[in-house]
């Protein structure tokens, strides 16, 4: 069984365009994340989401919307893509006694 | 100065060699130092983790962690090919936020 699930995995779209990206985990984890990993490959924390409430929003443009419907999901809306978002976009999540995350198997979004 | 600094390498090694990749910080707050393993293509996996100064094993690998000299480290015993990938540190203070090095490319050579 996939700890961490992301869908889907490649995604290639338009300048303009309106996407999602989704994440699931099934460890039973109250706190997920997400994270944008650069053509350079360093990972960098966009959000985190503790039981469904919003906990770190880094400095990222409005465009990029997370939504938690529950605290086994964790959803990223990207609005009006540009060129510059074209890079791998990981979920992880951690449990609540634990500082170790555990990561997804990435999003690798290209926007042409 | 970053807050957490790792040399990008790349780094190419023979096979059965011992590796050692470090890490260096700024922050003293930091406590919880993680080290991921990350083949291409595929999401950071979760290797070693250690919690304040000290040393800790798992088979070949073995982290270490100096405090006072905010300077952490991996070794890597008997490398194998299959050891080859990005190796990234990363550290916590204790809050929600993992920050985490840039990586370092390790090519392990049959």
């Known amino acids: 069984d996939t700890a961490v699930s992301q869908t889907p995995k490649y995604l290639v779209t338009q300048m303009g365009n309106d996407k999602s990206i989704k994440c699931e985990q099934n460890l039973g984890h109250d706190t997920m994340y997400w994270y944008k990993q650069d053509s350079k490959k360093f990972l960098k924390i966009m959000f985190s989401?503790?039981?469904?409430?919003?906990?770190i929003n880094e400095t990222v443009p409005n465009r990029f919307s997370p939504k938690s419907p529950d605290k086994a999901h964790l959803n990223l809306h990207i609005n009006s893509l540009e060129l510059g978002d074209s890079a791998v976009y990981f979920c992880a999540s951690r449990g609540r006694l634990s500082y170790e995350q555990y990561f997804g198997p990435g999003t690798r979004l290209t926007v042409t | 100065q970053k807050e957490v600094e790792q040399d990008p390498g790349p780094l190419s090694v023979p096979e059965g060699a011992i590796v050692s990749l470090n890490c260096t910080y700024s922050?003293?707050?930091?406590?919880?130092f993680m080290w991921y393993r990350q083949y291409s293509r595929k999401g950071p996996e979760l290797l070693m983790y250690t919690y304040s100064s000290g040393n800790k094993e798992d088979g070949r690998f073995t982290a270490q962690v100096d405090k006072s000299s905010k300077y952490i480290s991996l070794f890597i015993r008997d490398s194998q090919p299959s050891d080859s990938a990005t190796y990234l540190c990363a550290m916590s203070g204790g809050s929600e936020k993992l920050v985490f090095g840039k990586g370092t490319k390790l090519t392990v050579n049959p």
């Open positions: 922050n003293s707050a930091f406590q919880y």
């Open positions: 989401y503790n039981n469904k409430e919003l906990i």
